[in-house]
């Protein structure tokens, strides 16, 4: 199920469409994606090489993409890249945010010369696809969604967890936003934070760090960087809270994750 919404999430992306409710692009595209993959099918080397953005050299795994784009509509019948579908597309799922939809429109027109280029399998589209993910993935900004950046911390949680002896269920409950009590867990935050470089070395909120954080997390995303920072402006007040454990920064890890659940929607953001 995991490598199959890699591919759902791959594919949907590489069309310009960057998405925080990803829900809604599974629940669009799930079949279409797995028509195509009964067809073209896809191996779990090929789904790692595709994390990468590098499209494998292989002609079923073009196939599958040019499937999925012309059941889009961001590819025509003809196999080639459709500027009229693809901002078609962009209208669908960025209306309610000018600036994105501007950026998405930017992209398909800055891709659109794909379709001067020779391939040889004609209107199957295949080659033409790969082009078209390669030039998408090249020009379109770098700036992750909440659910990729909630991923990416996971995966730091994940990585700082084998250094302390945190209950598991203790740890898990992080997943559901509850804020820890378990001093390991908080000691596993706190490595987070510190990796992120959003706590310092004395176990403060570095809010300079999360100013940066944000700036190469939301690249492009102006808007969203200005509302980050806020937000980085707010929980900062948790550097004036009494802690027992001094520049440990366990306890203040717990005040930073209990400000940023109690506070993320406030700001446009998904915890």
Do not use: H
């Amino acid at each position: 199920m995991f490598t199959f919404y890699t591919v759902l999430f791959l594919i949907a992306s590489s069309i310009f469409v960057k998405c925080d409710d990803l829900e809604e692009l599974k629940q669009k595209y799930a079949q279409m994606i797995m028509d195509c993959a009964q067809e073209y099918p896809i191996d779990p080397t090929d789904i790692e090489q595709l994390k990468t953005r590098q499209m494998p050299d292989k002609e079923s795994v073009k196939c599958l993409f040019a499937c999925a784009y012309k059941k889009s509509g961001v590819m025509s019948e003809d196999g080639l890249l459709s500027v009229e579908g693809t901002n078609k597309l962009a209208e669908t799922y960025l209306a309610n945010d000018p600036e994105r939809l501007k950026k998405a429109k930017d992209f398909t027109e800055a891709c659109k010369f794909v379709n001067d280029e020779a391939v040889s399998d004609g209107n199957k589209g295949c080659e033409r696809a790969a082009l078209m993910f390669k030039c998408s993935t090249e020009k379109a900004a770098e700036a992750l969604t909440d659910e990729e950046i909630k991923a990416d911390f996971s995966k730091t949680v994940i990585k700082c967890s084998k250094n302390y002896k945190a209950n598991m269920q203790d740890l898990l409950s992080l997943a559901t936003l509850t804020v820890p009590t378990d001093p390991e867990v908080k000691c596993i935050l706190a490595c987070a934070y510190r990796e992120k470089g959003t706590m310092d070395a004395k176990g403060m909120y570095d809010v300079a760090g999360a100013y940066k954080f944000a700036e190469e997390n939301l690249k492009g995303e102006e808007k969203r960087i200005k509302r980050a920072k806020e937000f980085a402006d707010l929980c900062a007040t948790v550097n004036y809270e009494k802690v027992g454990d001094g520049d440990k920064g366990c306890e203040r890890a717990a005040l930073m994750f209990k400000c940023s659940i109690k506070n993320a929607a406030k700001y446009g953001f998904k915890v």
